[in-house]
């Protein structure tokens, strides 16, 4: 879900279970970074964080 203005992608953070593993994928000034969490509270935690630091409105569940 990757949203481009004027050629570069808008920062985001999203979330996604896979495999009983929680990924959380920040994007952020062109670098995509992901962190893998075996419990979805310490995941959601994370992705939280980014998004107050990142100034967003919500954090993507995919």
């Given at each position: 879900?990757?949203?481009?203005?004027?050629?570069?992608?808008?920062?985001?953070?999203?979330?996604?279970?896979?495999?009983?593993?929680?990924?959380?994928?920040?994007?952020?000034?062109?670098?995509?970074?992901?962190?893998?969490?075996?419990?979805?509270?310490?995941?959601?935690?994370?992705?939280?964080?980014?998004?107050?630091?990142?100034?967003?409105?919500?954090?993507v569940r995919l």
């Amino acid at each position: 879900m990757d949203s481009e203005t004027n050629g570069k992608v808008r920062p985001c953070v999203e979330v996604v279970e896979a495999c009983g593993e929680w990924h959380v994928r920040v994007v952020e000034d062109g670098k995509v970074t992901t962190l893998t969490y075996e419990l979805e509270s310490y995941a959601l935690a994370f992705a939280e964080g980014q998004r107050i630091r990142l100034g967003l409105d919500e954090i993507v569940r995919l």
